[in-house]
């Protein structure tokens, strides 16, 4: 078979160790295109030529090697039409799409025009629909839970209030979970929550507690903005810290690694199997497939 592999969207550790496990099965008796940046490649026929040595040699970094993209282009008929062209081109039999909700609805345009699609949930916010867990999401949160506990050590010292903005753009998963981590005095999650409920979290337990954690999610509120509103209203001393990319980078956990290999396995068995246009998602803690429609 002609299998082709892409990742999509935001990036998240594990996606490389993913990548080596289908590769690792695959490359022997099927021929591999890795397409580079997503559906961008698929555009304009960008076919890496990574051998399985340069693969394994990078199963444990962070990122994705085969890079990734946000494609514009792959959303209008014009550019879905270029893909389908160098799909035929290659005489791709099957194309695993490695990405987050986004890239899942572009998989499913390619389903529509008779392309076998496998996808594997990527994204560190935790949002495919039906899958318990995307490849990305235990990293991140570790990373998010880490960085928080490293800098409350000196907000303790001076005894300040600190406002973590966690990323999660129209997602709370990573936001809630830190927050859970770290035992956060306020979690500013969703359009639920507000600027005076924060105050008076932060009231009630700013005499018991040295540096209380407000957890925000990114998208929500300025954070400079709620910064002033606590320090006026509460006479605190409130720092603010934006975490980042340090989310998205870094070294895959060892339960990431765990689940990237059998989202790996799970897809390879189903290609094996021709059980074709599937997403492979963990549900009842199960590594699972189901029909893309
Ligand atoms: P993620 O996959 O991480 O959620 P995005 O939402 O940015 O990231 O989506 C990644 C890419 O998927 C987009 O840049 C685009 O190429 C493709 N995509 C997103 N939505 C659609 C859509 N409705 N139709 C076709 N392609 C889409
Ligand atoms: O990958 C998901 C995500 O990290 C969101 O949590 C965040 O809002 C967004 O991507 C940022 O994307 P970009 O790096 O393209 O600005
Ligand atoms: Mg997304």
């Not at 935001?10 to 997503?38: E, P, Q, S, T, V």
């Not at 695993?96 to 496998?118: F, H, P, Q, R, T």
């Not at 809630?176 to 035992?183: A, L, S």
């Amino acid at each position: 078979m002609n299998i082709g592999i892409l990742a999509s969207g935001g990036d998240g550790a594990g996606m490389n160790y993913c990548l080596y496990n289908i590769y690792k099965k695959l490359y022997k008796h099927n021929k591999i295109f890795l397409f580079n940046r997503g559906y961008f490649g698929l555009i304009n026929n960008d076919v890496l030529d990574f051998n399985f040595n340069y693969i394994k040699k990078h199963k444990n970094d962070g990122g994705i090697m085969i890079k990734t993209s946000r494609c514009p282009e792959f959303e209008t008929l014009e550019g879905q039409e270029k893909a389908l062209e160098n799909l035929a081109k290659n005489k791709i039999d099957v194309l695993i799409v490695m990405g987050g909700n986004g890239s899942l609805k572009g998989a499913k345009e390619l389903v529509k025009e008779n392309i076998n699609i496998m996808f594997i949930p990527c994204t560190i916010d935790n949002d495919v629909l039906n899958s318990e867990y995307c490849i990305g999401f235990d990293t991140a949160c570790y990373n998010c839970a880490s960085f928080i506990n490293q800098v409350n050590d000196t907000m303790k010292s001076f005894n300040r209030t600190c406002i973590y903005e966690a990323m999660g753009r129209k997602c709370p998963a990573i936001a809630i979970t830190v927050g859970n981590m770290v035992d956060a005095d306020y979690m500013y999650v969703s359009n639920n929550c507000s600027v005076e409920s924060c105050i008076e979290a932060l009231r009630k337990i700013k005499e018991k507690k040295d540096a209380p954690i407000v957890i925000l999610r990114e998208n929500l509120i300025d954070i400079k903005y709620l910064k002033k509103e606590i320090e006026n209203k509460l006479n605190l001393d409130v720092r603010t810290c934006i975490v980042g990319y340090l989310q998205r980078g870094g070294k895959p956990t060892k339960l990431e690694k765990n689940y990237a290999k059998k989202f790996a396995e799970k897809c390879v068995k189903e290609i094996k199997n021709k059980k074709f246009n599937q997403s492979i998602i963990v549900k009842n803690g199960f590594f699972v497939s189901e029909k893309l429609n």
